[in-house]
């Protein structure tokens, strides 16, 4: 997660820092972009089941910072999640190039300010399995969606 959010500052705004003293903290929309992972799937001992995966995690550190939060997106999943914190773009089976088509259209909806992507996992089964996607050809396409992004 920490690696992504750092590709995610670099590709799209400044580390957001803490508020002045007496300040409201800047709300920061936030866009999260990725497969069931992002959808909220975990698999342990504790879960299993949408209830916010690493969103939960990552809300919960920002707002415990003192920083605001907005996740944004057109899908709600996420019940460990306050209810007007659950959305987001985690399609579960998604590839890489399933998200790259939608994306123009999700950043138009949601006006992030930071979109955090994880995906790729379901492009990593072999050739000839679900999905049809060539795992060797993961690198390009996601090359090709943080070009859309950015």
Same mark, same amino acid.
């Given at each position: 997660? !920490?690696?992504?959010?750092?590709?995610?500052?670099?590709?799209?705004?400044?580390? +957001?820092?803490? +508020?002045?003293? #007496?300040?409201? &903290? !800047?709300?920061?929309?936030?866009? &999260? *972009?990725? %497969?069931?992972?992002?959808?909220? =799937?975990?698999?342990?001992?504790?879960?299993?089941? /949408?209830?916010?995966?690493?969103?939960?995690?990552? =809300?919960?550190?920002?707002?415990?910072?003192?920083?605001?939060?907005?996740?944004? #997106?057109?899908?709600?999943?996420?019940?460990?999640? +306050?209810?007007?914190?659950?959305?987001?773009?985690?399609?579960?089976?998604?590839?890489?190039?399933?998200?790259?088509?939608?994306? &123009?259209?999700?950043?138009? %909806?949601? %006006?992030?300010? =930071? *979109?955090?992507?994880?995906? #790729?996992?379901? %492009?990593?089964?072999?050739?000839?399995?679900?999905?049809?996607?060539? /795992?060797? #050809?993961?690198?390009?396409?996601?090359?090709?969606?943080?070009?859309?992004?950015?």
């Amino acid at each position: 997660m !920490v690696a992504t959010l750092l590709l995610v500052v670099l590709l799209l705004g400044n580390v +957001p820092h803490p +508020p002045a003293p #007496g300040k409201k &903290p !800047v709300t920061l929309r936030i866009l &999260p *972009i990725g %497969d069931s992972i992002t959808w909220g =799937y975990l698999h342990s001992a504790l879960t299993v089941g /949408p209830e916010g995966g690493y969103r939960l995690t990552l =809300y919960n550190a920002l707002t415990e910072a003192g920083q605001a939060v907005q996740m944004t #997106g057109n899908l709600s999943d996420g019940s460990a999640l +306050p209810a007007d914190q659950r959305a987001h773009e985690g399609h579960s089976t998604f590839v890489i190039s399933q998200a790259e088509f939608f994306t &123009p259209g999700w950043i138009a %909806d949601a %006006d992030p300010d =930071y *979109i955090l992507l994880i995906l #790729g996992t379901n %492009d990593m089964y072999p050739p000839g399995t679900y999905p049809t996607e060539n /795992p060797d #050809g993961a690198p390009t396409r996601l090359a090709s969606l943080l070009t859309t992004i950015h």
